[in-house]
């Protein structure tokens, strides 16, 4: 019945074609926005500009949120959840992910085989840096997430990958977070590449598509409901989405990553979840990191 | 003829029916009479648990326990509970979550040398009231709040 | 890696402790998700908390805790250099115990 209603409500704000079939050809970037801002889920935040996207982003929240400043979007749904934020307090004055730091250090700081360490793979020896990943890497042409430099780190010194939800390389993202922690999200996409653009464009068709058999986009909860109730969940924004991660959910009762928390939320629609790191997440977690720049990484921490 | 057919079907039913009635009669009366004899119900978890712990010594409800407890979980795997007390000598400090299948959740046994302080994360199977029960050199006293436990609609 | 973490803060001449405690507290009713089986129950029975080798805090735990227990007491007095122990013994007879100088 709701689903009826939702599709009735689609058809009539969306004349134009289903982008869905669109998007199985590749599209130039002005014919996407185009189609974009006549399908967009109300109020229109699309643009082919990423700090314009930004700035739509920020006024349409602001408009929802008058009394919150940009920073404490960090808080997620605890900024506007009033009630579970003590509840959330009181847990994060000892939270439990902090044995993952710990181990997260002890793992980062141990050497490969062959002599050579993490710090060697990044910048300033890996610490503070978790604030500007994902990245644009231009040489291969594709967005790097931080757990994919952990695993690229990995084989460029003949070490074995980890797989993506390892409590391993959860505990050294965890660890890298956390030296980034009160840093503000600083994600670049630059100007002199194209791919880079388009990559960010594609995380954010990602996330407007509608899709699964209750046909949401991420955008229906999180832009269109922001705040509002579903059952006795209430909504969380999209901005600060990313800042909180790897996060110790207390419905997993142990620390995941943000992919992780895709998979869920595309099983909870009923879509077809894709893996870990797949291109799709990471384009997906570039825009979404990238509409946060400016908010404090708070990494890890403690959600429901 | 149909009509006719089902008028006698009815009536023979019916016959049957009052015969039943007739012959069970006095037995059903009885019966019935004896059902609604007050019986005792049966003890909640909670007092059963209560009782074995207790012996049904007296509890004495106080403001003097206070309990800091969200009011809404919002996911009773983990309920963070702060539990303070104006009550002098408390020795021992039961938490009990009513609607637990087990509803004792946990038992502290104080020194004096600690403040009666002391703070747990428990996990709630529903909506349920939290009940607190402090022993002391004069008696046993409780407190209680009730915290709503909600289902996870989208991220449940 | 020790399972248990504590934390002491000095407050008016109180100390305030405080343990996070890795460990699954499973009550025995869940079921893997894969293989539908029973995951045994494997929780801690038993915590004690000692205040320089005397035993201040005596718990008996439920499953009803929660997972990566947390607890909080309060010492009316102590000084820097006390020695806070806190061990615990779960239903399969695992252990463990960690000692914490207050600063």
Known sequence: ???????????????????????????????????????????CVLSADPVQDQINIRHYYQQKFPHLKLQDYADGVYAIDM????????????????????QGKLLYETPFKNGNHYADCFPGQGIGIANEYPK????????????????????????????????????????LAFTSRGKAINIVIPENDQRALAAYEQGKQYYYQRRGRLNFACATCHVQNAGKHIRSELLSPLLGHTSGWPTYRLKWGEIGTLHRRFSECLEQIKAQPLPDQSAEYRN???????????????????RK | MPGNRRKFIKQTLALTACSAAAVSGLTVSRQAAAGLAIVKPAASLLEATLKELFHGEVITATEKIVIQI???????????????????????????VEKNPLPLSAKFTLSPELEPFLSARLK????????????????????????????????G | MSSIKIRTKRIDGKIQIRTL????????????????????????????????????????????????????????????????TISWIDNLGKEDSETHVVK
Not at chain 2, 73 to 84: F, K, L, R, S
Request: with cysteine.
């Open chain 2, 70 to 96: 969200p009011k809404i979980a919002e996911n009773g795997a983990v309920v963070p509970i702060t539990i303070t007390s104006s009550l002098s000598h408390v020795s021992t400090v039961f938490i009990l």
């Open chain 1, 136 to 175: 644009w890497d231009g040489a291969n042409g594709e967005v790097i997430s931080l757990a994919r430099a952990v695993n690229d780190c990995r084989a460029g010194n003949q070490e074995m990958p980890l797989t993506y939800q390892d409590i391993k390389m959860v505990s050294i993202l965890a660890y």
């Open chain 3, 21 to 84: 405690i890795s460990h699954p507290m499973e009550h025995g009713r869940n079921r893997n998700k894969e293989t539908n089986e029973l995951i045994p129950a494997h929780f801690i029975k038993l915590l004690t908390v000692s205040h320089n080798d005397k035993v201040i805090v005596t718990a008996d735990l439920s499953a009803s805790i929660s997972k990566d227990p947390y607890f909080a007491f309060l010492l009316k007095d102590g000084n820097a250099g006390d020695k806070i």
């Open chain 1, 284 to 302: 997906l977690e570039y825009f979404l990191s990238f509409i946060s720049n400016g908010i404090p990484l708070t990494g890890p921490s403690t």
């Open chain 1, 1 to 43: 019945m709701v689903k009826k209603i939702l599709k009735r409500m689609w058809l009539n704000n969306n004349r134009a074609p289903d982008i869905r079939l669109q998007a199985e050809r590749p599209i130039s970037i002005s014919a996407f926005s185009l189609i974009s801002l006549t399908l967009c889920l109300a109020p």
């Open chain 1, 83 to 102: 009630i579970a934020r003590q509840s959330w307090l009181a847990i994060e004055e000892f939270p439990p992910y902090e044995p993952a730091i710990e």
């Open chain 2, 124 to 155: 709630m199977a529903e909506t349920s009231d939290v009940i607190v029960i402090a022993k002391t050199n004069e008696g046993l006293y409780s407190g209680r709040e009730t915290v709503k436990v909600t289902i996870g609609g989208c991220g």
